[in-house]
C-alpha cells in the first residue's frame, strides 16, 4: 500500500486491515488473462485511432462528478451484447460479466485513463494507464505513478491497491448509477461537466433492454435529492459522488456511523442518510487544529465549528478528506458546503 493509500484508513479512524484493504478475490486467477499493456488494447478506441470509441463503447457523465485536483475528465462504459445491468436494489447495481468502464483525466493533455472491468469469475480487476507526452499512446503503470502537470503538486496515477481502497466496497462501480445517470440533473451541481453527444442516461439504458429490474417509479420521476433548497440539493450531491463511494453504511467504514450516500431505497419520509449521520452528530474525528474541540461533524449555522467542512477544507494527510486522488483543496466544494452549513436551521 503506498502512503497516500495509508492516509485513507488513518484519517477514517480504522486500522489498516481489513475488507478494505484486502485483494479482490479472482482478480489474478489463472483463467483470467492478463491486462492489456497498451490502453489500445483494453477496447476503448477503435483500432489504430485513439480519438474514435471502438462500437458499443458509450460516454456517459455523472450528475455529481468526482473532484481530482481541477481534472478534466471523460468517461466510457461497454457492456458486453446481450448483457444488461441488474438495477433490481436501485442502489446496488449488479454489472454483468464483461462490463468495462474507462475514466480519462487530463491537465491541458490527457495524464492517464482508469479501467475498471468484471472479469469471467465474477471479481472486478483494476488498472491505470500512463499518457505518453503527445498522446499518441497509454501504457499500463500497475504501480502508480507521479506526473508533474504544471505548477503545483503532482498528479498521482493510483496503484492497483490503490484503486481497491474504494472500489472493493457494496458497489464497486462509482459514478454509474440511477441518482448519477438522471435526466433531472442538478443545474447548481459543483464541477458539472458538459454531457458528451450520445452519451446514456437511465432512460436510455433502460430502453436499450442493458438494465433490467430498475423499480418503473424511476423511470416515470427520474432520481432527484430531495432537499430544502438548491443550495442543500448540491451539497448532498457533493457528499454523494465524493464522499458516499466509502461512507457508506454497507461498507467497510460502517462502524464509523457515516453514511454519505444518497440512497434511493429509504423508505417513505426518511432523512437522507447524510443529514441523519452529520447534523449535529458526534464523531470520532477531531477538529483539525483543535482537537480539544467538540466533535461535531455538522453544526448546524456553524460551519467552522463542522468537523466535516474542516476536513474537506484540509490537505493534511492525517486529516483530508476525500483522504485519496486530491493535493489541493476544493475551493468550490468549501464555498458551497460552507453556505448550506450558514443556512441550516
Known sequence: MTPRASALVLASGLVASGPACAPTAGA????VAPLPVRLADTGLHAAGAVDVLAPG????????PLWTDGATKRRWIYLPPGAAIDATDPDAWVFPVGTRLWKEFAFDRPVETRMIERVADGSWRFAAYLWDGDGADAVLVPGGAAVDVGGGPPHEVPAVGDCRLCHDGPTPVLGFAALQLSPDRDPAAPH???VPAGAVDLPALAASGQLVG??????VTPPRIAARSPTERAALGYLHGN???CHDDRGALAELGLDLRHALDEPGGATDPAL???LGRSGRAPLPGDPDAARVRIAPGAPDASVLLARVRSRDP???MPPLGTRRTDAAAVALLARWITELD
Open 276 to 278: 441523519r449521520t452529520t
Open 192 to 194: 458539472a461537466e458538459p
Open 243 to 245: 464522499c458516499g463511494g
Open 214 to 219: 430498475l423499480p418503473p417509479a424511476y423511470l
Open 318 to 320: 492525517q486529516h483530508q
Open 57 to 64: 463503447v458509450r460516454p456517459f457523465s455523472p450528475q455529481y
Open 28 to 31: 489474478d486467477h489463472a483463467d
